[in-house]
């Protein structure tokens, strides 16, 4: 379980965010929404301790400020929105997620190497392992980047809006990958626009405004908080009764 307590994170000397009690569970899809600038991307940099911050951030009990940068690199896995294009293979990207593991020399080891396979496995692309990350499409770089974070073996993996750049196909292909995460028993965080896509997706909504949230919750339970929606994302989320949908949530803005 990942919790904030009474926390405060700041660029400089300026706050950007405010956080009086939140939790992320395990074996769970926890997503934030929020217009730009409200603390989305700042949420999860203070998770990672990444910007400087007053209260507590909690990694399954354990005070995330205090552990080592290889500590946390065995409980956290993070993706960011933008990804680079470094010159190396599928293969050699993903090993790069088990650094944390190695030892002394950093010499992959049998059972890294056999996170690796699963991973690139798990992320459809054993095909493509010796691929070059420039021969790939979008959307297969992004099941690269993911295949390393899920190579890192952490209990907790946080996503900045991992769907951005992708078409329907792939983002559905992705929110399968993380979906058999948490079924595998680790939580997953990750931010998103898409706000018909996020509400049918997640286990959990957290809502921010301003560097400040709002509400967390269930998106049924969210859905029905009507004016809070409204006054923080200038529209409502509404439960779609028809099947066969894509999504089960639409977007009203009256």
């Known amino acids: ?34 217009k730009n600038g409200s603390g989305k991307s700042t949420l999860l ?24 940068c290889g500590e946390r690199a065995k409980k956290i896995a993070f993706l960011p929105q933008r990804l680079s294009l470094p010159s190396m293979s599928v293969g050699t990207l993903v090993s790069h997620g088990r650094f944390s593991h190695m030892g002394f020399g950093k010499v992959l080891g049998k059972e890294d190497k056999d996170f690796v396979e699963k991973a690139i496995a798990k992320c459809g692309l054993t095909e493509k392992k010796g691929r070059l990350l420039s021969e790939l499409s979008g959307g297969e770089v992004q099941r690269a980047y993911l295949a390393m974070v899920i190579a890192q073996d952490t209990p907790y993996l946080l996503l900045d809006e991992p769907t951005t750049y992708l078409d329907l196909e792939h983002q559905e292909e992705m929110f399968s990958i993380l979906r058999s995460l948490c079924k595998e028993g680790r939580g997953v965080i990750f931010s998103c626009h898409d706000l018909p896509q996020a509400f049918t997706k997640a286990d959990c909504v957290t809502l921010l405004k301003e560097g400040a949230v709002i509400e967390s919750a269930s998106p049924e339970v969210l859905c029905q908080k009507e004016s809070v929606l409204k006054e923080s994302l200038g529209v409502k989320l509404l439960p779609l009764r028809q099947e066969g949908l894509l999504y089960s949530y639409g977007v009203s803005g009256t």
């Open 45 to 68: 940099k203070t998770i990672l301790n990444e910007i400087s911050h007053e209260g507590k951030v909690l990694v399954d009990g354990a005070e995330c400020e205090k552990l080592s």
């Open 1 to 34: 379980m990942i919790e904030l307590r009474d926390v405060k994170s700041f660029y400089g000397e300026k706050k950007s965010l405010e956080v009086k009690a939140l939790t992320f569970k395990e074996a769970s899809l926890s997503v934030l929404v929020g």
